[in-house]
């Protein structure tokens, strides 16, 4: 078994599982920092670990133009090459092949594109999209997808179920590797009909795991928990549900009560890399002059090697004088400090207090 569910809240949808992936098991809900080139920012390996993620979500659309996927399978893959040896997810590229490339020509059989890395035309189809991902290696991989932007007319959000359904369709037909977890995506914008026609479909297919995609893109955390609302209600209770690029600690405890299990983001290395930290008391921006003298850790409930060994002004100083350093301690304390947060929502779960330790951490985090 993939996934299992090990217990439910009974207040809230949320659930305690576990994923077992690679003879690792991974407890959700997880958050999954992002290393998109085939590197979390800032950070080694060895300091990923330390923070205590155990999964972290690459590009495959990144990898694929750079270094290539042919090159990691010759070098043994992913987690060999980049010398990671948790678990890794990748992303198809459904989302940055809209959002980053030029020249964009869509049509039913994929999509064509300049690389804005070296200006050749390519073309990317759900076929080579999972022969790119099976390449690089990644334990857990997902379905080329068409994700629109918002806002976005419900015509145009329609194409793009169709498309996203027949490509997901043709990503289960050409995998063929039993190692690697596919997981289809359901598209749909801020449409309930369209997200829940998409569930639909999506779950007939029998996935391994399912997504929750095009959202967190500008229709703001209302909309988005409405989305969730209904759309979680047509997959699969044996399956893992991954809110993809999402988000605050305030959206991930959202999700969390509305039965999702997966997240990734790169707000907390991001964040970390612009002299922004995560506490429990809400954000510390570090420039800010208040620290110039402040003896204190960035967060006082938090033991990450950052705030164990550092000081406020410590940290402001590499900030003012632009030292690396600065951006590798922030970057680690965010993820520790998102690692921490998963970790008290899955044990707030396992006592059947999920609801009110987020009512506690929203009495305690404040917003600005
Ligand atoms: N990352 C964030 N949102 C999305 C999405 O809708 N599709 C894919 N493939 N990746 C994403
Ligand atoms: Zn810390």
Known sequence: MFFKVLAT??????????????????????????????????????????????IILCNAYHLCLRPGAEII????????????????????????????????????????????????????TPEKVIKIQNDIGANIIMAFDECVPYPCEKDMASVAVERTLNWAARCLDSHNNEDQALFGIVQGSVFEELRIECAKHL?????????????????????????????????????????????FPEDILHAVERGVDMFDCVIPTRNGRNGCAFTHLGKVKILNSRYKEDTGPLDEMCDCYTCKNFSRAYLRHLFVAKETLGLTLLSLHNIFYFQRLMQQIRDSIERGEFRSFKEQFFSAYKNN
């Not at 992936?21 to 390996?45: D, E, H, R, S």
């Open 9 to 54: 809240d009974k207040q809230t949808k949320a659930r305690r599982g576990e994923l077992h992936l690679a003879g690792q098991i991974i407890p959700t809900p997880v958050f999954m920092p992002v290393g998109t080139q085939g590197t979390v920012k800032t950070l080694t390996p060895l300091q990923i670990k330390e923070t205590g993620a155990e």
């Open 73 to 124: 399978k010759q070098l043994g893959g992913l987690h060999r090459f980049m010398g990671w040896k948790g678990a890794i997810i990748t992303d198809s590229g459904g989302f940055q092949v809209f959002s980053l490339s030029k020249l964009t020509k869509i049509s039913n059989n994929g999509v064509e594109f300049q690389s804005p890395i070296d200006g050749s035309k390519l073309l990317l």
């Open 203 to 247: 779950e007939k297919m029998n996935f391994q795991g399912y997504a929750i995609g095009g959202l967190s893109v500008g229709e703001g955390s209302l909309l988005m928990n409405e989305v969730m609302d209904y759309t979680v209600e047509y997959l699969p209770p044996g399956k893992p549900r991954y809110l993809m690029g999402v988000g």
